[in-house]
């Protein structure tokens, strides 16, 4: 494993063990050397600090594990060695006899790919590539009957081939196949379901050819004799891709039993090559993303007059244990237990190490139901009043599970056997590897990806993340998005701190029931080894309180001796007069080229699609590099403005806040304040050019229309204006699943109808304040040393954050057009029936991706539709806004004994203003529809994709957020009066509610008034 968490396996190496590891006791010093990841290790081993060793003598084995040092290609290391000797001195130990592996035959001569029947006898009929599943089971437990205690009854297979040549000759079932793919395009399901008949009943009306049908007729003969004809036979499907570790494909086709005469059997295999189209097989293949063409062979086998039927899975089918088996039977044919047509007997056995196995349970099910082989053919269904006994005795159980055991070690994996009994025979119908098995749990899944905690002095919180990036994430976005951020992080703490500290795997960004956190001790540490540096400020910008608890001296025994004060100046200046400028050269860059980027082309394949996206991915991360050195720029310059500020104080105080709200009231461009004016300016367009009422009564698609068909050029004007400047955003923008403005305007035009409804468009009015001006207004009592410092300070911070909303937004619109080119993949592969639905496609990593493409795995696609299950409840989970060490989610607390008839609740106040309202309360983005106009809007978070709603509202409140978040800057710029950081507010307060919020003050005070809408 390399510090990255990449694993290799080792390729190679020289390590010598009779050398180092003589019978006296392994040596304390040697060398070795090996290779993984295509990179060659020297390693030095060097004297053991404590030897130990343990004594097992019960399993005959003597075991040394020493702690060692080790220098790993001149680097140092510690760990455990260990080295397991057989314990001459203990009881004397048999290794367990092995079985040769059952194996399908490979490099089979050529001409066997042409044959059109196999019997069971010959080799070639092992092979799932020319019989297909179940044949190739047939053919493989053929050849080992003679040496075991069960029997497989004579028979042959028709092999894939003889299909392909029947599908060739008739034209006709080639179109209607097609048809059935097309209607995945272009057909609703119900047109699948009719074509897919069509294919059934082209199918099995065709004549089956010359060729094949005299194949069929000689085996028939070779293996059943002369008298073929009288002959009773069972002629079961045996699908290509069937019977894998992955998905069984089980029951998906017809199989027929008791089948006599020679026009019956090549009925019923023509009716099994049609199954395969079945709509329910067809279904199958589509939920499990494989191929809809596939080739089918068909097994035609005596038939057992069975008496007692069932199947034996040799571990536990639902719990996967290996210590139990459970058998299933029940009296006639097998047939009545697969089908679920009667209730069987259910024994439940444990097995020991030694493979004793003893009954644990039965079960003793009715079994009213027999099927039986009639005389003559064909089959009858008998009721019978319930039995209370057993059908098969204890040595009966005992004879069976010794079979099922043999077959586990012959196939080397747990099987799921379809079984007969006869006198006292067993036969063996099917023995295929039990696909439930190492299903991983849900709460597996729900810490599927969270990150390890390499001390248990990590502090993690919510804050900042958790406005970009609220909720869970998408496995996708976690694949992506949180390892671009970690990396920005980590490159931003090496160029402002310049230690190597930072490149140690320590994950910046780590995640936790796919809630994103951000790891405050490296930020810690980077902000007080800084010149800037003041663990108050950085705590202030990114956790939006500052931490008392965490003091500068658990930082530096974290974090290790900082740099030299030289170096950190020279780091400083470094920073300033190269790394910024290459980021502003960088951003500009990109804000040149991401109008025009692209990730794919819309015409490629999957493969192709996929291939493009990986190349062009290192442009998402390098972007949102931009983004963050943008963003730690305006953090830098915000910490050192309440550096001035605190005055040397760690706690920040109402004037503080207030000062810093109206300092930063005054930002110089900033991108995203410009979206709900632009939404204003775009809804008085409408207004203006007597569109208004088409526009409201029309619905959102033919809004969409309206706005984009140029029918009202200045209109037309704005919309484009507007779709270009902030078209890639929307709420949880950095969610790769949530589609923008762009892809989704409907989602726009819907918040635009409100605005229009409500009237809600007026132009606000700014006024400006100058610096002197504002310097001299500020609460703070400042000295004039700390005036001139502010008036240095301030129009650096009000540029940075101008610039830190721009580079943020550039970050958005360059992955919009990630996201774009993940949903036209996943279009495509939906398409291809790869995926059964394209929202699939986020619940799986990157690389799953590729992995899908490449082995169409049913495993990932179980896996991504129970993460997909999974995403509401993670959604549901809040985390306290930080905690020490694993975060737990806080449990569901009730607010109803603090909801008192008033009360006042206090925040961080961001903009000033004093408004009276009703409450609005918003918890999910559905709720965004009840906003009335001057509503007060109780939110938990406010991004970027908020803001259209702002000119609807009297004033905001947030639950999360600090002085500088994306929602605070907005709210300021549009002068809503809003205070954020208020814990609780959603829960606390209910819409209808009539509150004052006094943004200045930073306080909601709840009054007596409630009403509901
Ligand atoms: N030669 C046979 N003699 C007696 N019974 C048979 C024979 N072949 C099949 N059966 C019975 O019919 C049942 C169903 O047959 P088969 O295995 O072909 O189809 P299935 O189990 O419904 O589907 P799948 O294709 O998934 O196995 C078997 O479990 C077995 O009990
Ligand atoms: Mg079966």
């Known amino acids: 494993m390399f510090p990255s968490a990449q694993t290799f396996s080792v390729e190679d190496t020289d390590i010598q063990l009779w050398r180092i590891a003589p019978d006296e006791g392994p040596l304390n010093e040697y060398s070795f050397s090996f290779k993984a990841g295509e990179l060659k290790f020297d390693v030095e081993v060097k004297g053991e600090v404590t030897p130990e060793f343990y004594h097992h003598e019960d399993r005959g084995s003597h075991i040394y594990e020493k702690c060692s040092r080790f220098v790993v290609n001149g680097r140092p290391a510690y760990g455990i060695t260990e080295f397991h000797y057989r314990n001459m001195n203990g009881p004397s130990y048999t290794l367990p006899s092995c079985l040769p592996l059952l194996c399908e035959p490979r490099d089979l001569p050529s001409e066997l790919d042409e044959a059109l029947t196999l019997p069971f006898t010959e080799e070639a009929c092992g092979s799932s590539p020319l019989v297909g599943g179940k044949g190739a089971q047939l053919g493989l437990l053929s050849s080992i009957q003679h040496k075991e205690d069960f029997v497989v009854t004579k028979g042959f297979s028709i092999t894939l081939n003889a299909y392909r040549q029947q599908l060739q000759r008739e034209s006709s079932i080639v179109t209607a196949i097609t048809k059935i793919e097309e209607s995945f395009r272009i057909g609703t399901i119900q047109d699948t379901q009719s074509?897919?008949?069509?294919t059934v009943e082209a199918i099995a009306g065709s004549t089956i050819t010359d060729s094949v049908r005299a194949a069929i007729l000689s085996s028939m003969e070779e293996v059943f004799g002369a008298d073929f004809e009288h002959s009773c036979v069972a002629v079961r499907s045996s699908a290509s891709g069937e019977d894998g570790t992955e998905a069984s494909g089980a029951g998906q086709m017809e199989t027929f039993l008791g089948v006599s005469g020679i026009d019956k059997v090549?009925?019923?295999?023509?009716?099994c090559w049609a199954s395969a189209y079945s709509f329910q097989a067809v279904q199958y293949r589509r939920q499990n993303g494989q191929p809809i063409r596939v080739l089918v062979g068909v097994v035609i086998q005596e038939m057992v007059k069975s008496e007692v039927s069932g199947v034996l899975f040799t571990n536990h089918p639902v719990t996967g244990s290996a210590d139990h088996m459970v058998i299933d039977a029940s009296y006639g044919l097998g047939e009545a237990v697969v089908s679920g047509k009667t209730t069987p007997d259910s024994i439940t056995v444990i097995r020991d190490w030694t493979d004793k196995v003893t009954v644990q349970s039965k079960q003793i099910g009715a079994k009213k139901l027999r099927i039986m082989v009639k005389e003559g053919g064909g089959l009858e269904e008998r009721s019978v009043s319930g039995e209370d006994m057993c059908c098969l005795s204890d040595s009966q159980i005992q004879q069976l599970c010794q079979i099922g055991i043999k077959l586990e070690k012959y196939f080397g994996s747990p099987r799921d056997i379809e079984w007969a009994l006869a006198g006292d025979q067993f036969y063996l119908l099917q023995a295929r590897p039990i696909t439930t098995l190492e299903e991983v749990t849900d709460e597996d899944l729900i810490h599927e990806f969270d990150d390890p905690l390499i001390t248990d002095q990590e502090w993690l919180t919510t804050g900042n993340i958790s406005e970009m990036l609220p909720g869970a994430t998408t496995p996708l976005t976690y694949s992506l998005f949180a390892s671009a951020i970690d990396l920005s992080c980590l490159e931003v703490g090496v160029k402002l701190c310049g230690s190597a500290r930072y490149h140690y795997p320590r994950k910046m960004l780590l995640s936790c029931c796919g809630h994103l956190f951000i790891n405050l001790m490296p930020n810690e540490s980077g902000s007080m080894n800084n010149i800037f540096g003041k663990k108050e400020n950085m705590e202030l910008t990114v956790v939006g309180e500052t931490l008392a608890d965490l003091t500068e001296d658990s930082v530096k025994s974290y974090h290790g001796p900082f740099t030299s004060r030289l170096k950190t100046i020279i780091n400083t200046i470094k920073y300033l007069t190269s790394v910024t400028p290459a980021t502003n050269m960088k951003c500009d860059d990109?804000?040149?080229?991401?109008?025009?980027?692209?990730?794919?082309?819309?015409?490629?394949?999957?493969?192709?699609?996929?291939?493009?996206?990986?190349?062009?991915?290192?442009?998402?991360?390098?972007?949102?590099?931009?983004?963050?050195?943008?963003?730690?720029?305006?953090?830098?310059?915000?910490?050192?403005?309440?550096?001035?500020?605190?005055?040397?104080?760690?706690?920040?105080?109402?004037?503080?806040?207030?000062?810093?709200?109206?300092?930063?009231?005054?930002?110089?461009?900033?991108?995203?304040?410009?979206?709900?004016?632009?939404?204003?300016?775009?809804?008085?367009?409408?207004?203006?050019?007597?569109?208004?009422?088409?526009?409201?009564?029309?619905?959102?698609?033919?809004?969409?229309?309206l706005l984009s068909d140029n029918s009202v050029p200045a209109v037309t004007d704005l919309y484009k204006d507007f779709m270009k400047r902030h078209g890639h955003r929307y709420i949880r923008e950095a969610e790769l699943m949530e589609k923008s403005w762009q892809t989704n305007p409907e989602r726009l035009v819907q918040v635009l109808k409100k605005i229009i409804k409500m009237k809600a468009y007026q132009e606000r009015q700014k006024t400006s304040f100058s610096i002197k001006d504002t310097i001299a207004n500020l609460k703070t009592p400042l000295t004039n040393g700390e005036k001139r410092s502010l008036k240095f300070i301030l129009p650096r911070a009000r540029r940075a954050v101008g610039e830190r909303e721009f580079g943020k937004s550039l970050c958005v619109k360059v992955a919009d057009k990630f996201k774009q080119a993940y949903w036209r993949l996943s279009e495509k592969m939906e398409q291809e029936g790869r995926l059964p639905e394209k929202e699939l496609l986020f619940f799986l990593t990157h690389r799953e991706i590729g992995q899908l493409l490449e082995t169409r795995s049913p495993k990932l696609l179980t896996k991504a539709k129970r993460r997909r299950k999974l995403l509401p409840k993670l959604m549901t989970l809040s985390f306290p806004k930080y905690s020490i060490g694993v975060p737990k989610p806080k449990e569901q607390e009730s607010f109803e004994e603090q909801r008192k008839p008033t009360f006042t609740l206090t925040g961080m106040p961001i903009c000033k203003g004093r408004v009276t309202g009703k409450a609005r309360v918003v918890k999910t983005l559905e709720e965004a529809n009840s906003i009335q106009r001057d509503d007060i809007l109780i939110v938990s978070y406010t991004d970027v994709g908020w803001t259209p709603y702002f000119p609807l509202l009297g004033g905001l409140v947030t639950e999360m957020g600090g002085l500088v978040s994306h929602g605070a800057v907005v709210a300021r710029e549009f002068q809503l009066p809003c205070v954020v950081n208020v814990p609780n507010a959603t829960h606390l307060l209910q819409s209808g509610d009539d509150i004052i919020l006094d943004g200045l003050a930073g306080k909601i005070e709840k009054l007596e008034g409630t009403s509901t809408d």
């Open 266 to 271: 090549l009925e019923s295999v023509s009716r």
């Open 590 to 705: 990109w804000a040149k080229k991401a109008d025009s980027y692209e990730v794919i082309d819309q015409s490629s394949g999957c493969l192709q699609m996929y291939r493009d996206i990986s190349q062009y991915l290192p442009d998402y991360t390098e972007v949102w590099k931009v983004g963050v050195l943008k963003s730690a720029n305006s953090g830098a310059w915000a910490a050192a403005m309440f550096g001035v500020l605190l005055q040397g104080k760690t706690e920040y105080s109402n004037e503080m806040c207030s000062d810093v709200a109206v300092i930063l009231s005054q930002c110089q461009d900033v991108y995203s304040a410009d979206v709900p004016v632009a939404i204003q300016g775009l809804a008085r367009s409408i207004v203006a050019s007597g569109l208004e009422d088409k526009f409201l009564s029309g619905d959102d698609q033919v809004c969409v229309e």
């Open 195 to 198: 074509r897919c008949s069509d």
